[in-house]
């Protein structure tokens, strides 16, 4: 069955990144939410077999393999930004937590980091940039109305179905 | 702290720099005992973001060390902290891993939707 009654996932894209000759995904999916004008888009990231195993893959320099995944968001979102009214991105902190003892405050940081950093391309149609916690996870948003706005964040609310807690 | 912001050489990225990114003045949580593959993990991740190839490796070092000093004043007891990991690290990493990481050490691959079937209208 698809989608909750308030939002539809009408569309989404994928594109491919090389470095240093391992392939990675990036994911982006558009929603429709009741009340948000324009599209609620999520970014993903995986590697080329969605698998959990790791063992083909290579080790790769995270400079690198950062950089390019960062530019090729920027890319892919700019072809239809000014169709977007929230952006955004999340870590599943209950499942970090329970494979590695510090990968939520790493990649905390790591995301929060490249939020900065996509954020600093898209600010003139998305200025602000919020970190919100949910119940079992971390996101990264950047939209064009400020998540504090009330109508706004009720209806992120109500649509993920859990409370949301804005850090900053 | 020695880094590689390519595959080619090994940098010497000063410790107070490497420190300002691990201790990041922008958060206030405590530095855990983070491992030598996760400082690893860390710093390159971080650089990842705010590395600009445009210019040198020491504009870079100035650049990056004057955007966290000026975010906010940076707290000396997680600066320490961040220090003492730096040092185990450049005592413990391997030069052929530096630098190194595996996709899932920097992001997490989510299959199932952030929408849960369950969530009320």
């Not at chain 2, 958060?27 to 973001?49: F, M």
Request: net charge negative; hydrophobic share 35%.
């Amino acid at each position: 069955m698809a989608g909750h009654h308030l939002t539809t996932k009408h569309w989404e894209k994928t594109s491919t990144v090389l470095v240093a000759g391992n392939q990675y995904n990036v994911q982006l999916s558009y929603h429709n939410i009741k009340g948000i004008p324009g599209n609620v888009v999520g970014i993903k990231f995986s590697d080329d077999s969605n698998s959990m195993d790791s063992s083909k893959k290579g080790s790769v320099n995270g400079v690198l393999l950062g950089r390019v995944i960062g530019e090729k968001v920027i890319r892919m979102v700019s072809d239809d930004l000014n169709k977007i009214s929230i952006l955004g991105f999340y870590l599943l902190t209950d499942e970090l937590d329970s494979r590695s003892k510090h990968a939520v405050f790493v990649k905390e940081r790591l995301y929060g980091n490249q939020a900065q950093k996509i954020h600093s391309y898209v600010k003139h149609q998305l200025p602000v940039i919020r970190m919100l916690r949910v119940k079992g996870g971390t996101g990264w948003t950047m939209s064009k109305k400020d998540l504090l706005d009330e109508q706004q964040f009720k209806l992120l609310e109500k649509e993920l179905g859990k409370r949301l807690e804005v850090l900053g | 702290m020695k880094v590689k912001i390519d595959t080619t050489e090994i940098k010497d990225l000063p410790d107070d720099v490497a420190a300002l990114i691990i201790a990041d003045p922008s958060y206030n949580d405590e530095i855990p005992d983070l491992s030598t593959q996760e400082v690893n993990v860390l710093v390159h991740g971080v650089l990842s973001s705010i590395y600009d190839p445009a210019l040198s490796f020491e504009e870079n070092t100035r650049e990056i060390k004057h955007r966290y000093i000026s975010e906010a004043r940076p707290n000396k007891y997680r600066l320490n902290k961040a220090l003492g990991l730096i040092e185990t690290y450049n005592k413990n990493i391997n030069e052929e891993d530096i630098g190194s990481v595996e996709f899932s050490d920097m992001f997490q691959t989510i299959t199932e939707p952030l929408i849960s079937k369950d969530s009320e209208g």
